[in-house]
């Protein structure tokens, strides 16, 4: 499972909570992949998944989150996501 975090240099709400959504969804899904993507770097990606608000989260190329979730609601959707590959 891939994990991608957009973001913009100097967001404060990314620099607080990635940290911890990072270490929650690594704890959750041994195998994960976890990229934080600076969309100024990543532009023509960004809009090929579908980025249109900043910060977004990605899974598995799917744009999930149009803003930071809560960790209960990443948990969520992890915990869903790993019950349909399992």
């Known amino acids: 499972m891939k994990v991608e975090l957009f ?3 100097g967001c404060e ?3 607080d909570s990635k940290d911890e ?3 929650l969804a690594t704890e959750l899904v041994p195998d994960l992949v ?3 993507l600076n969309v100024l770097d ?3 990606y960004a809009v090929e998944v579908g ?3 900043l ?3 990605a899974i598995d190329g799917e744009v999930l989150f149009s803003s930071l979730p809560t ?3 990443l948990r969520r959707e992890l915990m869903k996501r790993i019950g349909k590959e399992v």
Do not use: N
Request: net charge neutral.
């Open 71 to 73: 960790a209960r609601q």
């Open 42 to 44: 990543e532009l023509d």
């Open 21 to 23: 959504l990072r270490a």
């Open 13 to 15: 709400q990314c620099a």
């Open 7 to 9: 973001y913009t240099p």
């Open 34 to 36: 976890w990229r934080e």
């Open 55 to 57: 910060p977004s989260i």
């Open 51 to 53: 980025v249109i608000t």
